[in-house]
Structures are given as C-alpha cells and as structure tokens.
C-alpha cells in the first residue's frame, strides 16, 4: 500500500541554523514528490517538487530537496532558517501507476524556528 | 498563474442547517478537483474527487449523502455539508488537477465552526 512517512512530528531549530525535514514513502517504480508548506489557518503553498530530471531540486524560500531512490526519500532543507519559516511542511506523494493526480501525504512536521 | 480560490473563507453555522462550499480556478480549468478535511494539528485526509460534468467518488468512510459534491464546471465545484453537527467542524481544503503536471492547486481553505 502507498504510504508516506515523516518521521518527525516536530522539529525545533535556532534562527539561522540548518534544518532537514524528512520524508520516505513506500517504493513505486514511478513517483513524483512535493513538499508543501502551511501556515496558520491558510491552505498549502508548494515548496517544490520533483517529477523527474535531476535528483536536486531547488524551491522558493531557500529551500531544497534530494530525491533518493535506494533510500525512497525525499529530504527537505534548508540551510539557514529564517523566524518566518516556521510553518507545517508536508510531504505528498503521487504514484503514477495508481492514477497520476492522486496524492498521499505525509502527517506533517511542525518545523519551530527559535529566535 | 494556477490560482484556486475559496469562498466563504470562515464560516459559524448552527447544528442542523447545511452549508455550501466554493472552489474556483481563477485561471486555469480543472478537470478534476479534490476536497480535503483537516483536523487540527493533522494532515489532510482526501475526502473525495471531483470530475466535471460527473459524480463525485468518495473515499472510504465519507458519507456521500452528508458531503455533497456537484462540479458543475471547469472552474466551479462546491461542497455542500447537510444537517451539519458540531463533530464536521474542521478546516475544509480544496485542490485543482494542475493538468497533467502530477501538481494539485490548493484553495486557502475553510474554516467551518458548527454551534
């Protein structure tokens, strides 16, 4: 069964340190994989992505992520974070093969910024 | 571009009475849309999908009767929560098909409080 996993509920980090949020799913032969961003009481803005291509991918705000097939992750970071990028992330999955706009996602990482 | 909207952005309802929910493309068509339910300090639990111009499919355990999902158009689908109850309180989020790109669209969701 499709499944995807971030291991971490909550992560603190100082302003100005490296942070890395991580994300596993469950393997498919093809996978396309997001991280989306949340705030307070507003929906879910896109991080980046990776549809295929290079295994680096860089979004807005700094942020980037490496998707690693033998590992099945896709790791969020960043490295400085900022107060403002305290927020929800979460990671999202689409498995081609069981219908290309369905998307799974993780339970979420509530990344806390501290000054 | 790829803007979806929500309407209302907050809404208080007494327990009984039936709400309705928009989510609009601005700019795109969405052949598809998806609507999701977040609880707080959770992730978003896909609800159901949305084709124009056919029936809406549920996810397990969503009661079709209750959520009711027209998709009228390429740029209009609605959620209608009937005889709401206090326990369908929660955020309401909706997404568009980005279209191929394996990408979904989020509204900036609704908050929906049953008194």
């Known amino acids: 069964a499709q499944s995807v996993t971030q291991l971490d509920s909550q992560v603190p980090v100082f302003e100005e340190a490296p942070v890395e949020l991580r994300c596993n799913y469950s393997s498919s032969v093809s996978v396309y994989l997001f991280w989306y961003v949340q705030y307070p009481n507003q929906g879910l803005q896109l991080l980046l992505k990776y549809l295929s291509g290079s295994t680096l991918v860089k979004g807005i705000n700094g942020f980037e992520a490496e998707f690693n097939k033998s590992q099945t992750s896709f790791h969020l970071r960043k490295p400085s974070v900022h107060i403002s990028d305290t927020a929800e992330y979460f990671c999202?999955?689409?498995?081609?093969?069981?219908?290309?706009?369905?998307?799974?996602f993780g339970t979420g990482t509530r990344l806390t910024v501290i000054p | 571009g790829a803007v979806v909207s929500q309407h209302p952005s907050r809404v208080i309802c007494k327990s009984g009475t039936s709400v309705k929910i928009e989510c609009r493309s601005l700019d795109f068509q969405a052949t598809t849309m998806f609507w999701y339910r977040q609880f707080p300090k959770q992730s978003l639990m896909l609800m159901a999908t949305s084709n124009e111009g056919s029936k809406a499919t549920y996810e397990q355990g969503v009661e079709k009767d209750k959520f009711l999902i027209n998709h009228a158009s390429l740029t209009l689908s609605t959620l209608t929560v009937t005889s709401a109850h206090p326990e369908d309180s929660s955020f309401y989020i909706c997404?568009?098909?980005?279209?191929?790109?394996?990408?979904?669209?989020f509204g900036p969701g609704t908050r929906l409080t049953v008194t």
């Open positions: 999202a999955v689409s498995y081609g093969q069981t219908g290309a706009n369905n998307l799974f």
């Open positions: 997404s568009a098909d980005g279209g191929g790109s394996y990408e979904q669209y």
